[in-house]
């Protein structure tokens, strides 16, 4: 590895450690916080639930009506001889 890659690496490690090793910390969180940080949490996945959803309906939608007119000028196609 060259120095470049050897400083960029140690770098990644120090960031890395900084922001895994816990300190002390005197902060305190209430219930209601941690409720409102689950809810927000739930609406999130909720809504990217609803999300995907109604775009599989819409497509659903949109390729069963494009196939549906296949059919029915076949059957008209079919008709006519």
């Known amino acids: 590895m060259s120095k470049h ?5 140690f770098l990644f490690l120090a960031a890395v450690y900084c922001l895994l090793i816990p300190k002390i910390s005197y902060a ?8 409102y940080i689950v809810q927000i949490i ?3 996945l909720l809504s990217v639930t ?4 109604n775009f599989w309906s819409k497509l659903f939608k949109i390729l069963s009506s494009v196939f549906s007119k296949k059919k029915v000028e076949q059957k008209i196609d079919e008709n006519e001889k």
């Open 42 to 44: 739930l609406a999130g």
């Open 28 to 35: 305190y969180l209430d219930p209601g916080t941690g409720s």
């Open 50 to 53: 609803f999300m995907f959803k």
């Open 5 to 9: 890659q050897n400083l960029t690496f």
